[in-house]
Each structure stands twice: as structure tokens, then as C-alpha cells.
């Protein structure tokens, strides 16, 4: 089993930057397999990064993935933030197939909060 682990998130004016960091541990397997995905209130959850340097076109340019393989650790760097922004930032690990498809990964976190306020 795969247990990832989420943090970074919280309240952030617009303009501003956050990291959000997800720590994997369990049974090994390549941080190449991981991205981030975001889910806003009412929505459907989006496909946001993966490595390697897959982007939404909505986050293209602002946001950055990148990853520690001795801490097993994938982070994704979050500058010039929109109110649009605004979502709960799912981590997921062992991607099988598309790297844009949630169903595309087995193992998800619990998920961290970002706000950004106008």
C-alpha cells in the first residue's frame, strides 16, 4: 500500500505563491508516476501536473512541478495565483495510462486546501 500525504495548502491573496508538498512512503514506486490534480466546490476534480512538466493549459506558466526522489517527494510550485485557483490539491501516485486522467492513478491523498482571496 501507498500512503501520500499532502501539505502546503491555506489562504493566499491573488498574485501571491504557495508550494504544496506530497510525501509518499509504503511499498516503492518511481515519483515519475505522480501529479497533482484540484477539485473546486461543485466541480469536477481536473487534472492540474504531472511529472514530467505535463501542465493544464489553465496553470501553464505559473505553476511548476518538480520532485525530491531521496525524499519521495513530489512538490508543485504555485505563483501568480487566481481566485480561479481556488480548489482543494489532490497529490496521486502510480499513474498507468494518461497522465490527465484521474482514473489513470491507484493511490490519491487526502487532499489539502488552497484559497486564494481577490
Known amino acids: 500500500q501507498v500512503r501520500l500525504i499532502e501539505s502546503g495548502g491555506g489562504l493566499v491573496q491573488a498574485g501571491g505563491s504557495l508550494r504544496l508538498s506530497c510525501a509518499a512512503s509504503?511499498?516503492?514506486?518511481?515519483?515519475?508516476?505522480m501529479g497533482w490534480f484540484r477539485q473546486a466546490p461543485g466541480k469536477e476534480r481536473e487534472f492540474v501536473a504531472a511529472i514530467s512538466a505535463y501542465y493544464a493549459d489553465s496553470v501553464k506558466g505559473r505553476f511548476t512541478i518538480s520532485r525530491d526522489n531521496a525524499k519521495n517527494t513530489v512538490y508543485l510550485q504555485m505563483n501568480s495565483l487566481k481566485p480561479e485557483d481556488t480548489a482543494v490539491y489532490y497529490c496521486?501516485?502510480?499513474?498507468?495510462?494518461?497522465?490527465?486522467?484521474?482514473?489513470?492513478?491507484?493511490?490519491w491523498g487526502q487532499g489539502t486546501q488552497v484559497t486564494v482571496s481577490s
Open positions: 509504503g511499498r516503492p514506486f518511481s515519483t515519475s508516476t
Open positions: 496521486a501516485a502510480n499513474r498507468r495510462g494518461s497522465y490527465s486522467s484521474a482514473s489513470s492513478y491507484d493511490y
